[in-house]
């Protein structure tokens, strides 16, 4: 499975792992960093390209019934 590339310019809920906060960022800033702060206070929380898959796929999945 990859990153698709269409998906580069939507927007996409990436939430935070320690406090739960969701954020918004488009598809090709999760595609490009290694690491993220959450708008909590959380720093340089790792993002893993397995990750990055599954924030696409759910994006990809919510986005099927339009
Ligand atoms: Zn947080």
């Not at 698709?4 to 406090?19: A, G, R, V």
């Not at 090709?28 to 898959?53: A, P």
């Amino acid at each position: 499975m990859v990153l698709s590339t269409e998906l580069f310019d939507q927007d996409m809920i990436l939430q935070c792992p320690i406090c739960h906060r969701a954020m918004v960022r488009k598809g090709y800033w999760i595609k490009s960093v290694k690491t993220f702060t959450c708008d909590g206070g959380h720093n340089e929380m790792r993002l893993t390209y397995g990750q990055k898959i599954a924030i696409f796929e759910r994006h990809r999945q919510a986005t099927d019934n339009r």
